[in-house]
């Protein structure tokens, strides 16, 4: 079953496919205002701590039991059960996580489709292609159909291609074309009236507003999303890991890549409400609070562009080019993570496999869309606020008291040697056996009352 397994073809490329699931629209549209709202640089700094202490301990432990399996979620978590009981529990926590990987690619793939439909109105509405620019900009059901149907096409298509040829192929290009896409944003909104104002709201730091335990849990549950982690996306791309490589480091890089995006999108996240709330547009909502989510990039966002002219034209397709990319390999991402369970369990052909998952998750965000108000928003609680967290948690335990300790030292020294003696080896058990659970446990208890 493992023989014709595909693998990545190099450690660039496995970094950036996994780079290319964490960075996605959380690190845009959630982080920076959530930073600049709580403390600037002192929730930068918190949420550093976090993503290191918490979210990368977790991190590893998907990516070491992947290699170690080289299977899917199922077949990883079962494979290192110890008795029938713990191999029944593997085996429904793997497929758990499968069943919210297909919730959150159900929510993601309809708001991918809404920064599809802005990517393309813009130029449309230079072209004087008004009406169609309008219809992808408005929302109504056949619109928010057919661009998720688009977007979900996109996706199943670059799974089909296989892990070097579809997955590392395509973030490798996407990835780059993404972070010069925001670097190229960010300076050009920097040197715009009321961007310094912007800047200073998003890294003065506040120690005053971190101490709150709320926002703790917050920016954890953010640090968990951002790092696509419980629902076996990180475990499936480390089963496609060659045994050459230095997990702890591979690791450490992809978290440094995904908190490094996030800060940096706040350079143009802040600067740009700013500049937006310089000409008259109001970022603040009735309570007081920054605006943030979706209402900053489909209102704050449009409305600032429209102020500009041509420049807005040019910045706005710009802008919802590069969330669409960081959509679309983070997408991809969560569409392996059924299809590679499909595919080793049942021996379908990988295009039959992408096909009929990813149509079915499709008609699950067809319903969505549907009955949007009653399910975009409790799909999203479910997946994200019960489901996530509770999937982390049941993995931290498997991995730390589960998997015999020998052998998974076994795996690591694979490629180091040394690794019993060294800092990782050290620290990263002791977190995943008690360290991690109690604090999901926490998050868990918090998100419930
Ligand atoms: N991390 C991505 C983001 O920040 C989304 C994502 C991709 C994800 N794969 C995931 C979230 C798996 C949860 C689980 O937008």
């Known amino acids: 079953m493992t023989t014709n397994r595909g693998q990545f073809g190099s450690r660039l490329g496995f970094i950036f ?30 949420y550093l701590i976090l993503a290191f202490a918490l979210a990368y301990p977790v991190l590893m432990a998907e990516l070491i039991l992947g290699r170690y399996t080289h299977g899917n979620s199922v077949a990883a978590l079962s494979g290192i059960a110890r ?8 085996t429904s926590t793997g497929l758990l996580g499968i069943l919210v990987a297909s919730m959150i690619l159900s929510f993601y793939g309809i708001v991918a489709g809404w920064m599809l439909g802005y990517t393309v109105a813009y130029p449309l509405g230079v072209l004087g292609a008004n009406d169609a620019a309008n219809w992808l900009t408005g929302f109504t059901i056949p619109r928010n159909l057919i661009l998720m149907g688009i977007f979900m096409l996109m996706t199943i298509a670059i799974i089909m291609g296989g892990v070097k040829e579809g997955i590392e192929r395509w973030s490798s290009r996407l990835m780059p074309t993404l ?23 998003y890294l ?10 709320q926002l703790i849990l917050s920016a954890l549950g953010s640090a968990f999303f951002s790092l696509s982690l419980g629902v076996g996306t990180m475990l499936v791309y480390g089963s496609y890991i060659s ?34 709330a310089e000409r008259g547009v109001e970022i603040f ?17 449009p409305e600032l562009f429209a102020t500009m002219g041509t420049v807005g034209i040019a910045l706005a397709t710009a802008f919802f080019f590069l969330m669409t990319i960081a959509a679309l390999t983070s997408s991809i991402s969560i569409l392996e993570v059924p299809v590679a369970f499909i595919v080793e369990r049942f021996q379908w052909s990988r295009k039959q496999a992408a096909l009929v998952a990813g149509g079915l998750i499709a008609s699950l965000s067809a319903v969505i869309i549907l009955d949007f108000e009653r399910l975009f ?3 999203i609680a479910l997946s ?15 991995v730390g008291w589960v998997w015999q300790r020998n052998t998974l030292l076994a795996e690591l020294q694979k490629n180091d040697p040394e690794v019993a003696n060294g800092l990782f080896w050290r620290i990263w058990p002791v977190y995943v056996r008690f360290v991690c659970p109690v604090i999901i446990a926490v998050i868990f208890y918090r998100s419930l009352v």
């Not at 008795?83 to 593997?90: C, R, Y």
């Open 384 to 398: 994200t606020r019960y489901g996530q967290p509770l999937l982390g948690l049941l993995l931290c335990v498997f």
């Open 83 to 90: 008795g029938p009981v713990t191999k029944v529990i593997g």
């Open 243 to 276: 045994d050459k490589e230095h997990l702890p480091s591979i690791g450490a890089q992809v978290a440094l890549i995904d908190v490094g995006i996030a800060v940096l999108a706040g350079f143009l996240i802040l600067p740009v409400m700013y500049v937006a």
């Open 204 to 213: 003065i730091p506040d120690f005053s507003k971190i101490f709150s335990s």
């Open 17 to 46: 496919a996994a780079a290319g699931s964490a960075v996605g629209l959380g690190n845009i549209w959630g982080f920076p205002t959530q930073a600049a709202s709580n403390g600037g640089a002192a929730f930068l700094l918190v």
């Open 285 to 301: 909502s009735a309570s007081g609070a920054l605006l943030s989510e979706d209402t900053l990039i489909l209102t704050v966002l």
């Open 179 to 201: 972070i010069i896409t925001l670097i190229a944003l960010a300076a050009y909104v920097l040197t715009l009236e009321g961007a310094m104002t912007g800047l200073r709201v």
């Open 377 to 379: 928003g409790a799909v």
